[in-house]
């Protein structure tokens, strides 16, 4: 950058100096300034005045042409021929276009380019011929690793270290939903992710692409995670553990063992009681003997405990950001708020506590905070990988588990004791 004004402050000394050498300035000139080829949507830049701009409100593919000293039979024509491939009144506004315009002192558009996303852009090209297409630009995928101990939560070491959110979640809500409680990390709990960042046009960060292992220590427990192809055909993903295990746990099919469902989830129910009043059941009963232990269907916080109304006692449980099960008409109750539970732990006992006619525990299964029907919920797709599999995933994470393992821990804050003795030292 500074050379270039340097040589345009020449010239200009030159014009005012001498006006017989400037001529042989401008000359040298060109050759100093030789632009590099500058290549997007494919063409040379250098061969073109470059007109960059976003649709703004009033804008269309006329009104922009227009603006550019095209006239109105050509914008027609241009629009019409171009139809095939992109209906010109799409345009929205707020995306970029660019428009490449002759070199000359008229610089009249050839070209219209416009990104719909990031990713795509449509060129309408009248130079000769009108012709459009619509292309991609060129995405490039660079795999990375971090580390770290957690000192404070998990996305605000990530983010010390510059790391997308979109890695914490990914982490938190494909990968471990059901495996830890990422609100229950512990200080000193460790992680080594390598994961694929997305690049458009080699340098446009389009986030992260995917996570490809992790090993996660929990509670001096080592819990990996590999991304495995299970589906050529669908192009379907899975993370298992290195024993081949699938990472995500459903819930048990019954809150109770050895019962029976006595009333279904039924938004439709009516009662004769009622006189056939619509009373929709928005949970399922299981019915058993008064005692019968009632267990968590799957790991979880206890958020609510209590006796209430008709619920009478009744447990309430968080499994992650997406689920909760709840556990009506217990005799008594066996957790407090903020106890957290395993799949199968016993929270209390069958009983008939508030509004019930006999002996049953009412589960009631929430989904971003609304009842539904987890026997219609696509939930029990944990299942073991196919045997057929196995052996070819085992090699599959063999060199990827080796890597994740000699990946060394950054500790920020054992690094910087470490550095702080080097300094005393010197
Ligand atoms: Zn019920």
Redesign the pocket.
Known sequence: MGSKYLVALVVLLAFVGCKDKEQVVVEEIAVVEKPADIYEFGFNLNDFVVKRDTIRQGDSFGVILERNKIGYPRIFSIAEKARDTFDIRRLQIGKPYTLLCSKDSLETPKCFIYQPNQEEFVVISFQDSIHAYTSRKPIKYVEKSVTGVLNSSISQELDKKGISPILTNMLAEQIYAWTIDFTRLQKGDSFKVIYTDKYIDDTIYAGVHNVKAVVFNHKNTPYYAFRYRTDSIKNIYEYYNEAAKDLRRAFLKAPVQFSRIS?KYNLNRRIAYYGFALRP?????FAAAIGTPILATANGTVTESQYKGGNGNYVKIRHNSTYETQY?HMQKRKVNVGQHVKQGDVIGWIGMTGN?GGP?V???FWKNGKQVDPFKEKLSQSEPIAESLKGDYLDFIRPIKLKLDTLPIFDESKEKQVKTTVTQKE
């Open positions: 009333s059941h928005k949970g399922t009963d009506l019930t049953h009412c589960y009631r």
